[in-house]
C-alpha cells in the first residue's frame, strides 16, 4: 500500500499556517508579510509526468522602466504534488515546496495586459524522484521558470500564463538529468 503523500496530508494546514503567521497583529507594522496574491498552475512533463501546484504571491516594491516596458517583481511560494509512471507500470506521487523570486516585464510601458516572466529559486521534494526512465540523486532542486501571460479583469487582479519550467539539482550531485513541465497558471490579486 502507498503512502499517502504529505502534502495531500498537511499541505492546506500548511498554506493556512503560513497565512496566519503573516497576518498583521491589530498594532500596525512597517512590514506587511501577508499574500497579496494566489496562484494555482498545472501542466504535463517528459515521460508521462504531471504537475498541480498552489501557492501564494508575494509583491516586491521593484519597479523600474526596462526597454519601454516595466519591471517588477514578486515571490511565489507554493507546494506541487507530481505524478509519474511507477516500477510497476502505476503512478507514484511526490510533493514538493518551491520558494521561487520572479521578474515580469510588462509592456507598454506598464500599460499593457501582456507580460514575459522569469525566475530562479529553490525547491525540495518530499522524497528522491525515481521512475523506470529517469532518476534524480537529490530531494534539492533549482526551479527554473520563464513564461508569457495576460492580465485581464477589474484592476487587472486576474492572470492567465504560460509557463516553462526545469527542475534540476545544477550538478550538485549526480546523475542529474531535471525535467521540464508546461504549465498554465492562474493567479489572482487581492
Do not use: C
Amino acid at each position: 500500500m502507498k503512502r499517502m503523500p504529505w502534502a495531500l496530508a498537511w499541505g492546506p494546514l500548511l498554506l493556512a499556517a503560513a497565512w496566519a503567521a503573516t497576518a498583521r497583529p491589530a498594532a500596525a507594522q512597517p512590514l506587511d508579510l501577508r499574500p497579496a496574491g494566489i496562484m494555482v498552475q498545472g501542466g504535463a512533463g517528459e515521460e508521462d509526468a504531471a504537475i498541480a501546484s498552489v501557492g501564494l504571491v508575494w509583491p516586491w516594491s521593484l519597479r523600474r522602466r526596462l526597454w519601454g516596458s516595466e519591471l517588477t517583481g514578486m515571490t511565489e511560494a507554493y507546494g506541487s504534488l507530481w505524478r509519474a509512471r511507477d516500477f510497476d507500470g502505476g503512478w507514484q506521487h511526490y510533493t514538493q515546496f518551491n520558494l521561487v523570486p520572479m521578474l515580469r516585464l510588462r509592456f507598454a510601458e506598464g500599460r499593457s495586459p501582456w507580460f514575459a516572466e522569469a525566475g530562479i529559486g529553490v525547491s525540495l521534494m518530499d522524497e528522491v524522484y525515481r521512475t523506470p526512465d529517469k532518476g534524480f540523486s537529490t530531494r534539492f532542486q533549482f526551479t527554473d521558470v520563464v513564461g508569457a501571460g495576460r492580465s485581464f479583469g477589474a484592476d487587472r487582479r486576474h492572470e492567465l500564463s504560460l509557463r516553462l519550467t526545469h527542475y534540476s539539482n545544477a550538478g550538485i550531485k549526480k546523475p542529474n538529468p531535471g525535467i521540464n513541465y508546461l504549465q498554465l497558471r492562474y493567479g489572482l490579486w487581492f
